[in-house]
């Protein structure tokens, strides 16, 4: 077999490879690996493993948002429709919400599948490279155009209730792609 060295990404924490001497090397990617990974110099394509929801509730801090997708019943539209680009508010955005002001929105359905669709682009998936320099709108499946602002690689969404910048891009699922953003439009 030869000698063999783990090697773990700088850059991405959730893979590890094995590297052996022979020139082959073995690669083990935790469910939620990205779909395109840069092994030094070479590209190599793995499948995404799971829908969006699948794939939100792996990580990501994403907990609060799958929490709130679950308690709008929008469980079923997100794992069986798309693609879908969805602008994902982490953790910390949902924790910028005033309690009482996110405990409201919980406890209204309407209200609440209104801000969660707000996030959700229908029919396509839109990975960060086909995110144009300037200013564009996207239609949400929520009905309300949303401003996409990319200055030389930061983007930046706003919406009628607020805005949000992309902090991680490209975490690509069976039926689309997430964005994660750290607010809550």
Not at 140 to 163: A, K, R
């Amino acid at each position: 077999m030869g000698s063999c060295a783990f090697v773990k990404s700088g850059l991405m924490l959730n893979w590890f490879m094995l590297l052996c001497s022979q020139g082959t090397a073995w690669a083990h990617f935790q469910k939620h690996a990205s779909r395109n990974v840069d092994m030094g110099g070479v590209q190599a394509q793995f499948p995404p493993q799971g829908n969006i929801l699948e794939v939100a509730q792996g990580g990501s801090g994403l907990g609060t948002l799958v929490f709130a997708i679950q308690t709008a019943e929008l469980m079923d539209t997100l794992k069986e429709g798309g693609p879908y680009t969805i602008f994902a508010p982490n953790d910390q955005a949902f924790a910028k919400i005033d309690p009482q002001g996110l405990q409201e929105l919980l406890q209204d359905r309407e209200a609440l599948t209104d801000t969660l669709l707000r996030h959700v682009v229908d029919g396509s998936r839109i990975l960060a490279s086909n995110i144009n320099l300037g200013s564009s709108l996207l239609n949400t499946l929520g009905g309300e155009f949303v401003s996409v602002m990319n200055m030389d690689g930061n983007v930046t969404l706003t919406s009628s209730v607020g805005g949000a910048r992309v902090i991680r891009t490209d975490i690509e699922a069976d039926n689309g792609v997430i964005h994660i953003i750290d607010g809550v439009l």
